[in-house]
């Protein structure tokens, strides 16, 4: 195996002072993972319980009972520590350390002798442990903890958790490879593999990057090892409770294992799980140089992201399993859009950063995160959505059980509560998403313009500087370099998407030229401690037309302003909403409404409804030549990532379009 060294790598100094994301953060590290502690502890009223730290306290033979809740429960668990190791190295919090010290402590007292590590088979069906790897997820919590372990140890410094997963993952290695005796298998939810690589960078054991390497190889070689698994259960099934028929291997497309990775070329099948799969092949493919895998990297990337991505940045269409359809299928109404899908696009989006710097990678980074990730979490950091909707109606949601995933409210949790903690660990790790360097290129590229101070080791020298930004509500992003190398070293701002023409540099007050390369405004020269890189990309409000493949928005538009998509809620406009039309040509108007949540930018435009004061409640339909002209009215719209934080009601992010 060919190890590189070369390529961009993200920056782990990088401190975050914004006053956009900032109240995020401290959301997350004041709110967020104490409630989540609690409700892994089931004390929260009325909400689903978690039982996953219970299941712990059984395995370890701390307490007894049954276990309880799904089968990947322990990963809940995961990530939270993972969070909290994030949160920890940004802002050291003894108690909070303590606490989660106790986890680890519990987690290590669950684990076997030989190192397995899983509450559920412990608990529940010992001895039948790798029987299931297509339901039963064994590999996938693997992942998880392994992901939190390196997360503490590299905020606390502490190998407890790290030396018990090094354990489970020694173990792992004894039984699956191609050596004979061996399972030559995987798991069906991918995740250990893009831990397994972390792991591998944290310790240098190479054994765990070549365990990553096997699982990606092996996926969708013949014989289908999640078909013959099958087989050898006698088509038992860990959901049914019975015997199904033996899957075909074109049923494999939901496991992402119909065919080798390299071969596939449309996101098909769990959009997180494929996700997360992509993410671990660009890691492989920048650390051992594979070209087959960074090509299927790029093929994959563009169909999820050109083809099956909505303008929210969520993708997976359809709830039947969680799962992409088929190009150009983006239901509004009865859309997934999973929020782990979104945070799985964001992992891979940031990996391919780390391959090739190229904008797109970061736009489309930067709406996933705007849009579906914050908006699937209340401002009060104790509700959240599972399912992101474009388009919502509470009655239909409540009564149609074709929509019954579709809530109008946010939920305190969930049985199946993998989002939540997800939403932590992200936003608690947000600054490893800013920057990457690369070191022999002398380059430091900034991807999202959040406030921050960070450094960097050039080959050059070390650089530090200060990023100020007053995004999303103005284009402005304000760089002041405070340590510079004796050599030029180059800087490259991102020219986002959404900028309305082309963006203003100005260096230490004077306008300045610039190179766009791969989308970012690049700029070579013998920097001087003091400088100030001021650089304004042209943020307008603007109408969004969808491709006329993506039949559910035909003959309607969306609102945008810089990163942050808009919606109508029926608290701001009336219902319903379906009536409501905006002009082609309307001005939108942008002004900022601090009555939002956190105060926010909202957008007024000219529309119409259409007449409905001659309807009768008892007749649905009447010669279109008897209604009466729409009547004028004013439309506003919010950020979509705020909507359902004042009062349930409808909501609509595309909205028909008149010509009057």
Not at 221 to 247: M, T
Not at 558 to 566: D, K, N, S, T
Request: proline share 5%; hydrophobic share 40%; charged share 25%.
């Amino acid at each position: 195996m060919e190890l590189s060294t070369n390529g961009l790598e993200k920056n782990n100094r990088v401190r975050i002072e914004d006053g956009f994301w900032g109240r995020f953060t401290e959301l997350v590290r004041e709110t967020v993972i104490p409630y989540q502690w609690e409700a892994l502890n089931d004390r929260i009223p009325d909400a689903e319980p978690s039982y996953a730290i219970r299941n712990f306290r059984i395995a370890a033979g701390w307490e007894q009972g049954e276990f309880g809740g799904m089968v990947f429960q322990d990963s809940d668990v995961a990530k939270w520590l993972e969070a909290v190791g994030y949160s920890l190295a940004a802002h050291p919090d003894p108690e909070l350390e303590r606490t989660a010290d106790e986890v680890i402590e519990l987690v290590a007292a669950a684990q076997h002798p030989n190192g397995y590590l899983n509450t559920y088979f412990t608990v529940k069906e010992p001895g039948n442990e790798w029987t299931n790897l297509h339901e039963a997820h064994e590999l996938y919590c693997a992942g998880h903890m392994i992901e939190a372990a390196v997360a503490y140890y590299e905020a606390t410094g502490k190998r407890r958790l790290l030396d018990v997963v090094c354990k489970f993952a020694d173990h792992i290695d004894t039984v699956f490879g191609r050596e004979p005796g061996k399972l030559r298998g995987y798991d069906g939810h991918q995740e250990i593999e893009l831990a397994l690589v972390k792991l591998y960078k944290a310790t240098g054991e190479q054994r765990y990057l070549q365990l990553a390497q096997f699982f990606i190889d092996e996926r969708g070689a013949e014989p289908n090892f999640l078909v013959e698994e099958c087989k050898q259960r006698d088509g038992y099934s860990h959901w049914a409770k019975k015997k199904l028929p033996i899957p075909k291997v074109e049923h494999m497309a939901y496991n992402q294992a119909h065919k080798p990775v390299r071969e596939q070329d449309v996101a098909v099948g769990h959009s997180v799980r494929a996700m997360y799969m992509y993410t671990a092949m660009a890691d492989l493919a920048r650390l051992t140089k594979d070209d087959g895998l960074l090509e299927a990297c790029r093929r994959l990337w563009d169909n999820t992201t050109k083809r099956q991505m909505y303008i929210t940045g969520g993708i997976g269409s359809t709830h039947h399993g969680e799962a992409f359809s088929f190009d150009y299928d983006l239901p509004n109404d009865t859309v997934y859009a999973e929020t782990c899908a979104s945070i799985g696009l964001i992992f891979f989006a940031n990996r391919m950063l780390q391959l090739e710097a190229k904008s797109e990678y970061a736009d489309v980074l930067e709406r996933a995160l705007y849009n579906n990730v914050i908006g699937s979490m209340s401002q009060d950091g104790k509700h959240y959505f599972y399912v992101n909707p474009l388009e919502v109606w509470p009655k239909a949601s409540e009564k149609n059980p074709g929509r019954h995933h579709v809530k109008a409210v946010r939920q305190k949790w969930f049985g199946c509560s993998c989002c939540p903690p997800n939403v932590a660990r992200l936003l608690s790790s947000l600054n490893d998403y800013i920057y990457t360097a690369s070191a022999e290129q002398n380059k430091i590229y900034t991807h999202l313009f959040i406030g921050s101070e960070a450094s960097f080791e050039l080959a050059a020298g070390q650089v530090a500087l200060k990023q100020q930004s007053r995004l999303p509500w103005e284009g402005y992003v304000r760089l002041e370099l405070s340590a510079v190398p004796g050599a030029p070293f180059s800087l490259a701002l991102r020219l986002p998407s959404w900028s309305c023409g082309n963006a203003i540099m100005k260096i230490n007050g004077a306008a300045t030229a610039y190179e766009i390369i791969d989308g970012y405004a690049t700029v070579n020269r013998q920097w001087k401690q003091g400088d100030v890189v001021e650089w304004e990309p042209q943020l307008e409000a603007q109408l969004i037309a969808a491709n006329p493949e993506i039949r559910a928005n035909a003959g309607k538009a969306a609102i945008e302003r810089g990163p942050i998509v808009y919606c109508l809620e029926e608290t701001d406009n009336f219902s319903p909403l379906a009536s409501l039309s905006i002009r082609g040509g309307s001005k939108l108007t942008s002004s900022f409404d601090p009555d939002l949540p956190g105060g926010a930018v909202v957008i007024e435009a000219e529309g119409r409804a259409d007449e409905r004061g001659s309807w009768q409640a008892d007749i649905p339909y009447r010669p279109l030549s008897q209604l009466q002209k729409a009547e004028p009215v004013k439309l506003k719209a919010v950020p979509y990532f705020l909507w359902g934080n004042r009062q349930p009601g409808e909501m609509a992010v595309w909205i028909r379009t008149c010509s009057e």
